[in-house]
Each structure stands twice: as structure tokens, then as C-alpha cells.
Nanobody, 114 residues
């Protein structure tokens, strides 16, 4: 069974940066392209960043120009570099395929303070 473990979240001031990691327990080539999502209390998970099979990337409008998705196949890891963070970026961040097919991990909390 595929397992995805997110990490790298934390508390940061507005304008700061964080890099999230999503480690898979299998070779990334065995997975459907991994996508980053985020969720705030009472809301559904929404797509944040997606890496397509042809290596193109797609981003939610709210994060374009600030977030970058990348991956390291040797480490079975997908990253989300988040720069110029805003309070509205506060959420629990998850990784999964698109559409989500694997068990959800515990996510990693990102809190952006004013």
C-alpha cells in the first residue's frame, strides 16, 4: 500500500518561507503524479500545486508566483517551496495523486502569522 508522509510545516511570519516534503514509500515512477492540497477547518481539501506527467506544473491562482512544486526521484520525495507566505496560506497541507487515490497522510500544519 502506498504511504505518503508530509513534513516541513510550522509557524512562520507573513512574508516568510517554508519547504514542505512528501515522502513516498515507493518509487515515484510507480505513482500517479503527486499533487499538493491544503485544507482549512470546515472546508474541503483544495488543490494547491500539481506536477503533470509531461513535467508541466499547475498552481492554484492564489499561490501562483509564490509556490513551486518539484521532486527528487532518488529520494522518492515531492517538495512544495512556499515563499512570501500570507495568512491565507494557513492550512494543513497534504499530498496525494490527482484525483486522490492513495490513503491520506496526516498532513503538515502551516500557520502564517501577521
Amino acid at each position: 500500500q502506498v504511504q505518503l508522509v508530509e513534513s516541513g510545516g510550522g509557524l512562520v511570519e507573513a512574508g516568510g518561507s517554508l519547504r514542505l516534503s512528501c515522502v513516498a514509500n515507493t518509487n515515484l515512477r510507480n505513482l500517479i503524479t503527486i499533487t499538493w492540497y491544503r485544507q482549512t477547518p470546515g472546508q474541503e481539501r483544495v488543490l494547491v500545486a500539481r506536477r503533470l506527467s509531461d513535467l508541466r506544473t499547475l498552481y492554484a491562482d492564489s499561490v501562483k508566483g509564490r509556490f513551486t512544486i518539484s521532486q527528487d526521484n532518488a529520494k522518492n520525495t515531492i517538495y512544495l517551496q512556499m515563499n512570501n507566505l500570507k495568512p491565507n496560506d494557513t492550512a494543513v497541507y497534504y499530498c496525494n495523486s490527482y484525483p486522490a487515490r492513495y490513503p491520506w497522510g496526516q498532513g503538515t500544519q502551516v500557520t502564517v502569522a501577521l
